[in-house]
């Protein structure tokens, strides 16, 4: 008999087997990163991006935070949705694994609804926090565009600087 491990494997190969659907030629589609061991959990986040997204994302699974990493570390990720609770990482260090490896925005998506858990990550940096029972897929949608924004607003306010010393030549 297969194991779960095994059969999250083999839904992950069906995953990559399945068309993705194709944006229109001037919309670039970006990538977001679902680290999450819950295949139901990976369904609906995949329904939501199909269905709220407009064709704007496509879906990478990692099933253990290893995974995750490896496939985050490789680049080409533009949003993280990360589970707290996972085989190999569990709680607000999961996110600090993740911070160490990239800059990349990232939205918790778990079943934690603690408090402190939550506090823990947002002081951290984490851009958004969503407990799975109470999340809709425009909700989730709206999180991804609001962590993204928030990224293009950083990396746009430190190239400011530079931009007005070579326009003025300051420094």
């Known amino acids: ?6 059969q999250l494997h083999e839904l992950a190969d069906n995953l990559e087997s399945l068309p ?7 919309t670039p589609q970006e990538c977001v990163l679902l680290i999450e061991d819950d295949a139901e959990a990976m369904w609906l986040v995949r329904f939501a991006l199909e269905e ?27 949003v993280v949705l990360l589970d707290l609770g996972l085989p190999d990482s569990s709680g ?6 993740v911070r160490e ?5 990232v939205v918790v998506l778990t079943a934690n609804t603690s408090l402190e858990t939550e506090r823990a ?7 958004g926090y969503l407990v799975k029972d109470r999340v809709s897929g425009s909700l989730l949608l709206q999180a991804i ?21 070579t326009r003025f030549r300051l420094g």
């Open 121 to 127: 990550v947002t002081e951290d940096g984490v851009e």
């Open 101 to 105: 490896v990239s800059q990349v925005p």
């Open 20 to 26: 993705r659907p194709a944006a229109p030629a001037a």
């Open 52 to 78: 709220h997204g407009n064709s704007r994302y496509w879906l990478e699974w990692a099933i253990t935070l290893r995974e995750g990493l490896e496939y985050l570390s490789s680049g080409g990720v533009d």
């Open 145 to 165: 565009g609001a962590a993204l924004y928030a990224k293009k607003q950083r990396v746009s306010s430190t190239n400011h600087p530079k931009l007005l010393r």
């Open 92 to 97: 607000p260090e999961s996110f600090v694994w």
């Open 1 to 6: 008999m297969a194991t779960a491990a095994t």
